[in-house]
């Protein structure tokens, strides 16, 4: 059996990150279009609505919570509303400070995707509707346009006045 050393000491600040839990936060769905809205012939226009928080639970541990919302109209009647806050426990250790941003952005989103995919989806069936399919999301590509929203915000402000 073989000894184990210990790690040299750049070794020993190794990034971790694990899910600890995921679980719907919120769920919910209005379907005020029904019973009319099952005979429509025209498929009905959809919107999805995305946007995800953080918070700090403990040192290195984060609850992410990814909410999407979905809407479905025809003309200016509401036919369905579904949304779903898929959250995750998070265990972050050995990031960086200025690298935990990008991590928290785009990585607890990733993992909580498929979640709340299957979770719109089967709602969407439970009230009688084909089932909303999500298309993957690039979240890295999401993260780096907030970043330049973000850097583009300060140089308008700057040069108004």
Known sequence: MAEQQPAP?????????????IYVKDLSLENPGSPQSFQMTE????????RSRTDVLAPDVYECVLTV??????????IFLAEAAQAGIFTIKGVPADQMQPVIA????????P???ETIADAT?????????LQPINFESL??????QMQAQPAAAASVN
């Open 106 to 113: 785009i990585h607890c989103p990733t993992v909580l995707f």
């Open 143 to 148: 993260y780096a346009q907030q970043v330049a």
């Open 125 to 133: 069936l439970r009230a009688g509707y084909p089932p909303v399919h």
């Open 69 to 78: 919302t979905v809407t479905a109209k025809a003309g200016d009647r509401t």
């Open 43 to 50: 498929p009905p226009q959809v919107e999805v609505g995305l």
């Open 115 to 117: 979640y709340v995919r």
């Open 9 to 21: 000491a750049g070794e020993q600040n190794v990034v971790q990150f694990s899910v600890d839990r």
